[in-house]
């Protein structure tokens, strides 16, 4: 017997991300999501991770340099996931912050995917992101040689690339990163099977042609050529509620949790 889509969503071990529609909308007719460049992250630290020699100089010497660039090799995909803190489970799609600051204050696109359906390269590393009170700015390499610098940061790669700063903590992230060859080179990772649900916000305190479910972008969600099923997440009687298009009953509501 086929499960519902309600059973289905309960069920999987899901990562979700939050995005523009038109974002959302190339990510599903593609079936593929862009690696992130760590420079243009929105984490100071990562943003900007320097090496030892530059706090002193700007004149880097050659392997300085080369580690610099080796740092900026790297890209990466983050997700939310859902996670138990203090005897509370926060679920992904449930967190506001995530809503107003990733998805266009909840006029973006919130995209669920199963985690054990990710299709990662041999080049991937995929973890869950650490955070700490305090995380050094800087990269102090104990190696000389290209090839050694190379070496250390692929082994130094949880410090570097997966411990970001307390303040960070509520984004429960989960992240992938991959070398490129070039730090400018463009690196996709392939969802064409993990790819699930879209959830869409669905306001119930505003007239219809300012929620997006009954606006003309969801119409052109649901009508792209690859069919996938579009969840609503509303405010309503039972405060915020997850609901299925075609079925009755919610999937998920605030006051209750999920379903059976």
């Known amino acids: 017997m086929r499960k519902t889509i309600s059973e289905r969503f309960q069920e999987m071990t899901k990562l979700y991300h939050f995005t523009s529609f038109n974002a959302a909308c ?7 999501m862009i690696f992130g460049k ?3 992250m929105n984490d100071l630290i990562e943003s900007s991770r320097i090496v030892f020699g530059r706090v002193f100089t700007n004149d880097l010497s050659e392997c300085e340099q080369f580690a610099e660039e080796e740092i900026r090799r790297y ?10 803190r203090d005897g509370f489970e926060y679920l992904g799609f449930d967190m506001h912050t995530m809503w107003g600051l990733y998805a266009d204050r909840g006029y973006g696109v919130c995209l669920v995917f199963d985690k054990n359906k990710l299709c ?12 700490d009170l305090f995380i ?15 070496s250390e940061i692929w082994h130094r790669r949880d410090e570097l690339f997966f411990l970001k700063r307390k303040e960070w903590e509520y984004e429960q992230e989960y992240r992938i990163i991959r070398r490129a060859q070039n730090a400018n080179d463009d690196e996709y990772l392939d969802v064409s099977d993990a790819l699930a649900f879209v959830i ?26 690859r069919k996938i099923p579009v969840l609503s997440y509303v405010y309503d009687i039972d405060w915020y509620t997850l609901y299925s298009e075609n079925e009755g009953d919610p999937i998920w509501a605030e006051q209750l949790g999920y379903y059976c």
């Open 26 to 32: 190339k990510i599903i007719e593609s079936r593929r």
């Open 38 to 40: 760590s420079f243009k």
């Open 75 to 84: 890209q990466q995909i983050s997700f939310v996931q859902d996670r138990e």
């Open 120 to 131: 990662l390269n041999r080049k991937d590393y995929a973890k869950d992101v650490d955070y």
């Open 136 to 150: 050094p700015a800087v990269f102090e390499c104990k190696n000389k040689s290209k090839t050694g610098i190379k």
């Open 200 to 225: 869409v916000c669905k306001d119930e305190s505003v007239e219809k042609g300012e929620s997006i479910w009954d606006g003309l972008h969801c119409i052109c969600l649901k009508h792209l050529k």
